[in-house]
Nanobody
């Protein structure tokens, strides 16, 4: 059974920093990309940042220059360093693992990030 275990998150004041980590376990052999999504109350889940198995990264415009994603494909782990946090970054952050077709996509349980003004 595949599991994504997230750690990090919490409460921070605006302008502060937090880091998130995610480790995947189980039989996974065909990773296309891993990344972080977030969902704020009343809003749709959105991509924050992702890194492909080849090392390419992709960021939401709203976090470019503030967030940095890193990944270790062999260890099946990713991390997200979040700097200069803003209240609008408040959301539940979900780890995502996307496999190459036809293998499935997996999600973590989510971790809360709250940025106070």
């Amino acid at each position: 059974q595949v599991q994504l275990v997230e750690s990090g998150g919490g409460l921070v004041q605006a302008g502060g920093s937090l880091s998130l980590s995610c480790a995947a376990s189980g039989r996974i052999s065909n990773i296309a990309a891993m990344g972080w999504y977030r969902q704020a109350p009343g809003k749709q889940r959105e991509l924050v940042a992702a890194v492909t198995s080849g090392g390419s990264t992709n960021y939401a415009n709203s976090v470019k220059g503030r967030f940095t994603i890193s990944g270790d494909n062999a260890k099946k782990t990713i991390a997200l360093q979040m700097n200069s946090l803003k209240p609008e970054d408040t959301a539940v952050y979900f780890c995502n693992l996307r496999s190459r077709w036809p293998d499935p996509t997996y999600w973590g349980q989510g971790t809360q990030v709250t940025v106070s003004s």
